[in-house]
């Protein structure tokens, strides 16, 4: 079946601690591949994408993501995460007029 | 800035109501979408439109129904809820182009059926 796969469910890192959450999918050919973050009480709003080109994609906020085709992994990196990224990251995969979501991670930071 | 709008943000109703789940965009934005999660499950699309009296049913089956009068406008409608219905629904929209186009998301129905 094809899906997103976020191993991990719950991340918990200290201030300035580096950052990477796992994302791998299992769809085969051309795929487009964002990251999202949902803040507390917000929406679900964009973080960095990849359609084609450089696969170490820079997003807002210092993050970036690698795209590794061999892999079918898109992980999301943070050298130094602060308190403010506390949030739910969520990896996701497009496909014709779908987008496929991953189950999530939650990111907590502690000051 | 995303600008879309879902009301009510949170709804507790009994089984056997009738409800609807608004939705607006003010992006002019041609494709809009509705998505179920489930608490810590994915998001998965029931409803999605590519403009004016266009819908389409999404990967995941739902029993509930939708419309697209107006571009802006995409309502979610349950003719009668149930238990199994609560979840929370967002909706969703993106500019007419390919699946490569960004998707801006509301924040979110909480619905809870009793």
């Known amino acids: 079946a094809q899906s997103v796969s976020q191993h991990n469910h719950h991340v918990i890192l200290s201030e300035a601690a580096s950052l990477e959450l796992g994302c791998n999918y299992s769809?085969?050919?051309?795929?487009?591949l964002f990251w999202y973050v949902q803040y507390p009480g917000q929406h679900l709003q964009l973080l960095l994408k990849?359609?084609?080109?450089?696969?170490l994609v820079k997003g807002i906020k210092g993050f970036e993501a690698e795209f590794i085709k061999s892999k079918f992994s898109f992980n999301l990196r943070k050298p130094s995460v602060q308190w403010s990224d506390t949030a739910e990251y969520f990896c996701?995969?497009?496909?014709?007029?779908?987008?496929?979501f991953g189950t999530g991670t939650r990111l907590t930071v502690i000051p | 800035e995303a600008d879309i709008y879902q009301t009510p943000r949170y709804l507790v109703i009994g089984t056997g109501k009738k409800i609807t789940l608004e939705c607006s965009q003010t992006?002019?934005?041609?494709?809009m979408y509705w998505y179920q999660q489930d608490p810590g499950m994915e998001l998965h699309l029931i409803h999605y439109?590519?403009?004016?009296?266009?819908?389409e049913k999404g990967d995941l089956s739902s029993e509930s129904t939708v419309s697209r009068i107006r571009t802006e406008h995409f309502p979610l409608t349950l003719e009668s809820a149930r238990p199994s219905h609560t979840s929370q629904y967002l909706c969703?929209?993106?500019?007419?182009?390919?699946?490569?186009?960004?998707?801006?998301f509301g924040e979110g129905s909480w619905l809870t059926v009793v």
């Open positions: 990849y359609f084609s080109g450089d696969p």
């Open positions: 969703a929209s993106s500019e007419w182009g390919g699946s490569g186009n960004t998707i801006y």
């Open positions: 992006m002019g934005h041609d494709k």
């Open positions: 769809y085969g050919g051309t795929v487009n």
């Open positions: 996701a995969v497009s496909r014709g007029n779908n987008l496929f």
């Open positions: 439109s590519y403009g004016v009296n266009s819908t």
